[in-house]
């Protein structure tokens, strides 16, 4: 069971997703694309929080998934 599900969702930085009906392969990365572009400016966003608490692991995590989300252009 989803819990606070439009709580969350009201909360969210994501924009909104369009109706189900989009389903064709170029309107899904059109509907997509904004939504990896907020994911990662908050991974980008996270790694220097994480660098300014010394904590180079987790900087380092977030960098290889930042440059993962970044080949996926």
Do not use: C, K, N, W
Not at 10 to 24: G, I, N, Y
Not at 44 to 61: C, F, K, N
Request: proline share 5%.
């Amino acid at each position: 069971m989803a819990l606070d599900t439009a709580r969350m969702t009201a909360q969210s930085r994501f924009p909104d997703f369009p109706p189900v009906e989009t389903v064709r392969d170029q309107a899904v990365v059109e509907v997509l694309a904004p939504r990896y572009a907020v994911y990662a400016a908050a991974v980008r966003s996270t790694i220097d929080g994480a660098a300014d608490y010394d904590e180079a692991v987790t900087a380092d995590l977030l960098t290889q998934i930042s440059a993962t989300i970044a080949r996926q252009r």
